[in-house]
């Protein structure tokens, strides 16, 4: 089938590179000349496992090009709209300027019987607006939302655990609902539930999954909160309540917090258009849930400055991540990037080290000192703070051999992925996030 993808970043360059490696002819769109050029030359714009080699084999094979000209959207079976919805500047809700302009474009484009399919996370009600502008060209309207785990995003597309249709009513309807069943073939085929729903439904899906895992990781660093002036272990309270099967074990990982280019953003304009539809009671809690959210990182930060004796002024910290989690470059409302920075402003000497995230995050704060390598960012620290769960700091770093590059022995655990035992063995103070 023949499929265009308007917008290429992070959703859809790999959307669209997925689709060709399943067999489809793809054509990405996007604005960003320089995006589209890195691209149509097989270079992935960022990090994420397993983005590159499909990339390469769809430009090698034929079956995936880009462009900036809307209008080579132009035949195409299905078009995918993956733009971005970011928070809106000076509050809450989300900014549809890029979903509203990559549907006008299309409009010039569309044939009878095509099919236009949002992807992009927006507030409940703005398919059925957008499906009155599609609608006179004939062409249908579906919202097809992503459920994307940034380090995994390939397989989730590929190979996603559910796919999900908002269709209008009707014959319109069932059509877009068996071409969709057509694109995703292989996830069909071997069992994928697709679930079929109006409009409204499919919008609440993607913003209710979100404020439900924000919610479940708040939870859990406000036990956090509650153990550490108990004297409580949330890492084992946690394995206590996970077996629960009502309520699980993953997702429960207390730390610095959610973050990311998603969650945060998502979760604030649920609350913000729960307000406008009237019914902002029923999603109060998720301003708390955002609102314990960022006291991880005020505590965190505070982790380091008690364990320095009071002051961090003219210490070294060596800070273990920039990216907002593993395997992904992404530094938008990093918690690591915002604990550094605000050790910077207490008058710390930071030093930032990830294995992919460093150009993304000096640009973004390039007051910051950035060292690629892991051993010579730890080289001379007073105290160390672990953000971002690497392999690199989560399995392979030995605290002995981390003693014979630091001048301090103070580690702060934003993540909880260290064994505590071995660090405090090797002559370590060490901090956790809920552990005595």
Same mark, same amino acid.
Request: hydrophobic fraction near 45%; charged fraction near 20%.
């Given at each position: 089938m023949r499929l265009s993808v308007i917008g290429c970043g992070y959703l859809g360059a790999v959307h669209a590179?997925?689709?060709?490696?399943?067999g489809h002819e793809?054509?990405?769109?996007?604005?960003?000349?320089?995006k589209i050029d890195a691209l149509s030359r097989g270079e992935a714009p960022f990090f994420e496992p397993g983005l590159q080699q499909i990339l390469t084999e769809g430009i090698t094979s034929g079956r995936l090009r880009f462009s900036t000209d809307t209008a080579d959207a132009a035949g195409a079976t299905v078009h995918f709209i993956g733009v971005g919805t970011p928070q809106q500047a000076g509050g809450y809700g989300a900014d549809l300027t890029y979903v509203d302009a990559a549907v006008s474009a299309l409009l010039p484009?569309?044939?009878?019987?095509?099919?236009?399919?949002?992807?992009?996370?927006?507030?409940? &009600?703005?398919? !059925? %607006?957008?499906a009155e502008?599609?609608?006179?060209? =004939?062409?249908?309207?579906?919202?097809n939302p992503e459920f994307l785990r940034e380090g995994w995003a390939v397989q989730d597309t590929i190979d996603p655990d559910r796919l999900v249709a908002g269709v209008p009513a009707g014959e319109r309807g069932e059509h877009a609902a068996g071409i969709l069943r057509e694109v995703y073939h292989p996830a069909v085929a071997k069992g994928t539930p697709f679930i079929v729903t109006d409009y409204a439904t499919a919008e609440l899906v993607k913003v209710a999954a979100n404020a439900f895992l924000a919610t479940k990781i708040s939870f859990i660093n406000a036990m956090a909160e509650i153990a550490e002036v108990t004297g409580a272990d949330v890492t084992q309270l946690a394995?206590?309540? &996970?077996?629960? !099967? %009502?309520?699980?074990?993953?997702?429960?990982?207390? =730390?610095?917090?959610f973050g990311g280019g998603c969650l945060p953003k998502d979760i604030r304009a649920f609350a913000a258009r729960a307000e406008e539809l009237g019914r902002g009671e029923s999603v109060n809690f998720l301003r708390e849930v955002d609102a314990i959210n960022l006291r991880r990182r005020e505590r965190a930060v505070q982790l380091v400055v008690d364990g320095l004796g009071g002051t961090v002024y003219g210490k070294r910290i060596a800070v273990l991540g920039a990216a907002f989690k593993p395997h992904s470059d992404d530094v938008r409302d990093s918690p690591a990037l915002d604990a550094a920075v605000r050790l910077h402003g207490l008058g710390a000497d930071v030093v930032v080290t990830d294995p992919q995230a460093i150009e993304n995050a000096r640009r973004f704060h390039p007051q910051l000192t950035y060292i690629a390598e892991r051993d010579e960012a730890l080289r001379d620290a007073h105290a160390v703070l672990v953000v971002t769960e690497w392999d690199e700091y989560r399995?392979?770093?030995?605290?002995?051999?981390?003693?014979?590059?630091?001048?301090?022995?103070v580690v702060v655990d934003g993540r909880n992925c260290l064994d505590a035992v071995a660090w405090r063995a090797a002559g370590w103070t060490y901090y956790g996030m809920g552990r005595p």
């Open positions: 590179a997925a689709m060709a490696s399943i793809v054509v990405g769109i996007d604005v960003d000349t320089h484009h569309l044939r009878s019987g095509d099919i236009v399919a949002g992807k992009s996370t927006v507030p409940v &009600g703005t398919a !059925a %607006r957008l502008l599609v609608a006179p060209t =004939g062409a249908t309207l579906v919202w394995d206590a309540i &996970g077996h629960d !099967a %009502r309520i699980g074990r993953r997702f429960l990982g207390a =730390g610095i917090g399995r392979e770093l030995d605290a002995s051999h981390v003693s014979s590059l630091t001048s301090g022995r």
